[in-house]
């Protein structure tokens, strides 16, 4: 089974950092997508990054484009999302994902139907 356990959320004030953390277990987490998705209070689930399975190439949502950045430990199989400048409307709850497959387009890693294991999420909240 596999499990995928988020971690580092909480309050912050705008111009803050925040590093989440994502560890994965239950299947070889080197052979799988990661990626980074977060649901606001009365929106929709949206993409926020994504890193293929070799870590090599990375995936971003324009809105967070240089500020947050993803990367991940393959000894601790663990995928990041660092966040800095944050801004309020970063205030989301944040879900870490993972899935099969190497297409290599933004818009594929976007795709919420292409990863089939979630987390629980964790809270961010950005005061202005």
């Known amino acids: 089974q596999v499990q995928l356990v988020e971690s580092g959320g909480g309050l912050v004030q705008a111009g803050g950092s925040l590093r989440l953390s994502c560890a994965a277990s239950?299947?070889?987490?080197?052979?799988?997508?990661m990626g980074w998705f977060r649901q606001a209070l009365g929106k929709e689930r949206e993409f926020v990054a994504a890193?293929?399975?070799?870590?090599?190439?990375?995936y971003y949502a324009d809105s967070v484009k240089g500020r947050f950045t993803i990367s991940r430990d393959y000894a601790k199989q663990t995928v990041y999302l660092q966040m800095i400048s944050l801004k309020p409307e970063d205030t989301a709850v944040y879900y870490c994902?993972?899935?099969?497959?190497?297409?290599?387009?933004?818009?594929?890693?976007?795709?919420?139907?292409?990863?089939?294991?979630w987390g629980q999420g964790t809270q961010v909240t950005v005061s202005s």
């Open positions: 994902a993972t899935g099969a497959g190497a297409y290599s387009s933004v818009y594929y890693y976007s795709l919420s139907s292409t990863y089939d294991y």
């Open positions: 239950g299947r070889a987490f080197s052979r799988y997508k």
């Open positions: 890193i293929n399975w070799s870590g090599v190439s990375t």
